[in-house]
């Protein structure tokens, strides 16, 4: 699976959107792009996931360049409940194998 | 949708004994489950990979004779950890995947047991 680059960490504005960076140059055309968050000492928890075309759901926004190199995970109004390290991970189609790299600290601030 | 448990949700064992974990796919069914462990600061790292009725498939490095799998049915997997160290003291998280609302394979985590071995 392609490997990801993510900033270590990062701080957010509480109510302001956090926009969170990932780079995956090497994606191939059957790998899909997804976002995990892990909270302090739980399980990580799914956020969403995308192919080509750009998706939200109720918890955020990913947005998937044209070339598929690079994504970012934006959550609208971002709470101090949203802090979390954040997990963008690239994984084959065919395949269900999760490869987790160190991922972005994100810290939400009042 | 897509609830995953663990049980327990810590444990303190003595060196030598073994320990079992049981994870549940609560509202769906799993063809998949995968067991991660997590050191302190650290991220996760896969361990084994298991589908219903088989054997599990082991990550490099990861003892099978020491991490006992067992996946009987589509809801339920279970690891051991047998003669558990101290060294094996960690926070073990399971997964599920299975067809849910369109999601393919997507991977639902369960809440981790924190391990504690004396």
């Known amino acids: 699976d392609a490997k990801t680059t993510q900033p270590p960490s990062m701080d957010c504005a509480e109510g302001r959107a956090a926009n969170l960076p990932c780079n995956h140059s090497t994606i191939s055309g059957n790998e899909y792009v997804y976002w995990y968050r892990q909270i302090h000492s739980q399980g990580p928890q799914y956020i969403i996931h995308g192919l080509k075309n750009n998706e939200t759901n109720e918890m955020a926004s990913l947005i998937i360049t044209e070339d598929r190199k690079s994504s970012t995970l934006i959550l609208p109004h971002a709470t101090l409940r949203d802090t979390a390290v954040y997990y963008c991970?690239?994984?084959?189609?065919?395949?269900?194998?999760?490869?987790f790299g160190g991922g972005t600290r994100v810290l939400v601030k009042p | 949708g897509a609830v995953v448990s663990q049980h327990p949700s810590w444990v303190i064992c003595k060196s030598g004994t073994s320990v079992k974990i049981e994870c549940r796919s609560l509202d769906f069914q799993a063809t998949t489950m995968f067991w991660y462990r997590q050191f302190p600061k650290q991220s996760l790292m896969l361990m084994a990979t298991?589908?219903?009725?088989?054997?599990?498939?082991?990550e490099q490095g990861v003892e099978k004779d020491k991490f006992l799998i067992n996946h009987a049915s589509l809801t339920l997997s279970t690891l051991t950890v047998t003669s558990a160290h101290p060294e094996d003291s960690s926070f073990y998280i399971c997964s599920a995947a299975g067809w849910l609302a369109g999601h393919t394979d997507t991977q639902y985590f369960g809440p981790g047991t924190r391990l504690t071995v004396l």
């Open positions: 298991s589908n219903e009725g088989s054997k599990a498939t082991y």
């Open positions: 991970i690239v994984r084959k189609a065919a395949g269900n194998k999760l490869t």
